[in-house]
């Protein structure tokens, strides 16, 4: 369409008004079609989001779109899958673990829990302060990207990039601090004799 063509010009030219004129004129397709397939309002909404999060990407590294709306809808059939994909494989981890757990948990695995939880809250409070409270606002409070956008008066794209920011450290860092207890705890195995 040239009206689409027009404003994937100016999009490309760093204008905001004709990208948001353009989630306007497709977001409700882009939703409902994701919505079809993963019958999730939730889901369907965050894959809405990444679609025009890929779609500004895509703009701005010079990408041609012959049919706007055929790109669309194919970035948003494959999102989708990837998003059934997913869930399914969570729900299968899901029910492995529970599998092996049920007979294995007791107070001493409570007590880790626990002090993992704390380990993990002293974690979060060291990140930046505006780091943190989006990360809170999606953890704690469940807001999707969008939601936490509009709270803050931040573009979704900059809540994506903020996220997986704190994903990544808090990732290193639990990692290196169960690093530090399977350490501590072989080396009192040996010393006790039990390892």
Known sequence: MHA???LLTKIA???R???ELLIGKYERQVYHFALRIVKQ???AEEIKQDVFIKLWDFIKNDEPINSLSSWLFTVTKHLSLNALKAVASRKQRESNYATETDSEVHGEAAIFFKDYQFLF???VERLPEKRKEIFRLKSQNGLSN???AGHLNISAHTVKNQLTKSYAFLRRAL???LFL???LMTTLLKTTGLG
């Open 17 to 19: 008004r004709s990208y």
């Open 146 to 148: 969008h939601e936490i």
């Open 181 to 183: 207890v399977i350490l």
């Open 4 to 6: 689409d063509q027009e």
């Open 13 to 15: 030219l760093g204008d």
């Open 41 to 43: 309002p939730e889901v």
């Open 121 to 123: 809250n002293e974690l």
């Open 175 to 177: 990692s290196y601090h």
